[in-house]
């Protein structure tokens, strides 16, 4: 007869090993063709699929998926590539891209955020304005002009969405510097409707125009009809 010899401890732990790192192969294997999936989706350059991945390996390596899908996690860690890059994507467009409900997105993005050491807060508009800048073709010009647009503002703005009202920014500037920019094309590199930019450069003409030492002065727009589909 034939003895087959059960494996003993030490191999038990081998094959357990190779299991986890087998498990561990499919995870990074699935992430990364969600994540290029995502980016694809959202017409995002490498890199920030690049950062994803980076990002989603972090994770993965503390534990931190456990208990969460894949997808969910690999949307917020390509919500957290673009924050990082300052590329403008909404939430709810990685959530649309990913497949899955905004509200995952963001409890997973809260977990990379802290696992990464970053805030979870929206950032500011200024922080989207070179790149949007870049996205539609216009010159460092604008991106000082909308910066200085959005500092006069002040608080007049808070609480909207940054992305709009950087692309807003944007749009003031392109006027005011004689680039021309037209609200689809802040449409098109931002995601945020012509609609809103529309309602709220409103809100920033009728702020700067107001009288007040934070107010008005050189450079200021000049008050004008409601721009229209330009």
């Keep these: 007869h ?3 010899m059960a494996p003993g401890k030490g191999e038990f732990a081998r094959l357990r090993k190779l299991d986890m790192e087998r498990r561990d192969d499919r995870w990074r294997v699935a ?4 994540i290029r999936r995502i980016t694809g989706a959202l ?58 409900k905004r509200h995952e997105i963001w409890e997973n993005y809260k977990i990379v955020a802290a696992l ?9 508009p200024e922080e989207y304005v070179p790149r949007i800048v870049s996205a539609v073709g216009a010159d460092g010009r604008v991106v000082r002009r909308a910066i ?21 920014a944007v749009y003031m500037a392109g ?5 021309k920019i037209t609200q689809r094309d802040l449409a098109e590199a931002t995601g945020v409707t012509e609609m809103t930019i529309r309602h709220i450069y409103h809100i920033m003409q009728s702020y700067l125009l107001s009288p007040g030492p934070a107010q008005g002065g050189p450079g200021a727009p000049k008050a004008n009809p409601a721009p229209g589909r330009n």
């Design 2 to 4: 034939t003895t087959v």
């Design 31 to 34: 992430a990364a063709e969600t």
């Design 43 to 100: 017409s995002l350059p490498p890199e920030v699929a690049e950062d994803a991945m980076r990002v989603f390996a972090r994770a993965h390596e503390a534990r931190a998926t456990r208990g969460r899908t894949i997808v969910g996690m690999a949307g917020a860690a390509v919500l957290y590539a673009c924050r990082a890059s300052g590329i403008p994507r909404h939430i709810r467009d990685v959530a649309a891209a990913a497949g899955v």
């Design 116 to 124: 990464m050491g970053a805030s979870t807060h929206s950032p500011r």
């Design 148 to 168: 200085e647009l959005l500092r006069r503002a002040g608080g007049a703005l808070s609480g909207r969405d940054p992305i709009a009202v950087a692309a807003t």
């Design 175 to 179: 006027i005011i510097e004689n680039q």
